[in-house]
């Protein structure tokens, strides 16, 4: 049976409100959840951004439901921080927790005041950190010297089992070469042409693991409301990544977005104000192969977007 999520956006809601609209959720039927791993938002509009390993912890705490959250290694955050703080969550919850390590985005990563280093050099990074992670993960000693340093680090509570290791993919390039370390992948909405070219990839070059899909959406009673929330709050998300992964800060994102509308807003959020099309359209995720659907509704106000799709949505798709 598939599994369908929550999607806890840090950088849109106060960590303490998303930490009661996740348990709401639980309620509402939610088999999972998954969050965002930020510095800073998206958008001034936003206007926040918690830190997602205290939240983490708090929530897999107050709810039953298992957790994953996307993050990246490398820059902001050494790779024997996120082996600890991973290993630390998957010991006290086991089975619970999964991580996706991913290449980084400036907009949270240029605060070290290091360069910002060019794609294929922060892949490789990432594979250097993953190595990392996964020899701390198996309780050795690691040294590792390369685009990331390491000196005789340890873990002492070695997590059994070990969290899976998931990763993030936009691109069929970006797939394909995830297949070779990751447990598992996830995406985000596309057209299905572009979905079915991501899933193939990975899975084509030896991909293992549960293919998850994160869902942008927005839902209201009425059309237009729907069409509002997405523009306010996702409109400065509609770029390719190539764009959006070097900008530094939300003030750049708000610059480059102000002439966005609705009809591009539209390619990047399944919006209406239908419940039915919502399942249409998570109907046909799954048959294109996706086990697992994150839903994130793109709106601040998370509450009566989790009543209507817990009675609605969730009933069908099960």
Request: hydrophobic fraction near 45%.
């Amino acid at each position: 049976m598939a599994v369908i999520g929550f999607h806890a956006s840090h950088e849109q809601i106060a960590p303490a409100q998303l930490l009661a609209d996740v348990q709401l959720a639980e309620q509402a039927g939610f088999g999972a959840a998954m969050c965002s791993d930020h510095l800073e938002p998206w958008s001034e509009r936003q206007g926040h951004s918690g830190f997602a390993w205290s939240w983490l912890g708090a929530a897999l705490a107050t709810t039953r439901l298992r957790f994953g959250v996307v993050t990246a290694p490398g820059q902001r955050y050494h790779p024997v921080v996120l082996a600890h703080a991973s290993a630390t969550l998957a010991s006290m919850f086991p089975g619970r927790f999964w991580f996706a390590p991913g290449s980084g985005e400036n907009i949270n990563e240029h605060v070290t005041g290091d360069a910002w280093p060019a794609k294929d050099v922060r892949q490789q990074r990432l594979e250097e950190c993953v190595q990392v992670i996964r020899q701390m993960h198996d309780g050795g000693a690691v040294t590792h010297r390369g685009l990331v340093t390491v000196e005789q680090a340890r873990i002492w509570d070695v997590p059994d089992p070990k969290p899976a290791i998931i990763a993030p993919a936009i691109s069929p390039d970006t797939a394909a070469r995830a297949a070779a370390w990751a447990d598992g992948l996830i995406t985000v909405n596309q057209p299905a042409e572009q979905l079915r070219k991501v899933l193939g990839a990975y899975r084509d070059n030896g991909g293992k693991g549960k293919a998850a899909l994160q869902v942008h959406l927005s839902w209201a009673p009425e059309e237009d409301a729907a069409v509002g929330i997405a523009l306010d709050q996702w409109r400065s998300n509609v770029f390719p990544s190539f764009v959006g992964g070097d900008l530094p800060t939300a003030a750049h994102f708000d610059a480059v977005s102000t002439m966005v509308g609705e009809e591009q807003i539209r390619q990047a959020v399944n919006v209406s104000a239908d419940t039915g099309r919502h399942v249409q359209w998570l109907r046909e995720y799954l048959e294109l192969g996706f086990d697992e659907l994150y839903l994130h509704f793109v709106g601040q106000e998370q509450k009566p977007f989790i009543h209507a799709f817990g009675q609605d949505v969730l009933p069908q798709l099960g």
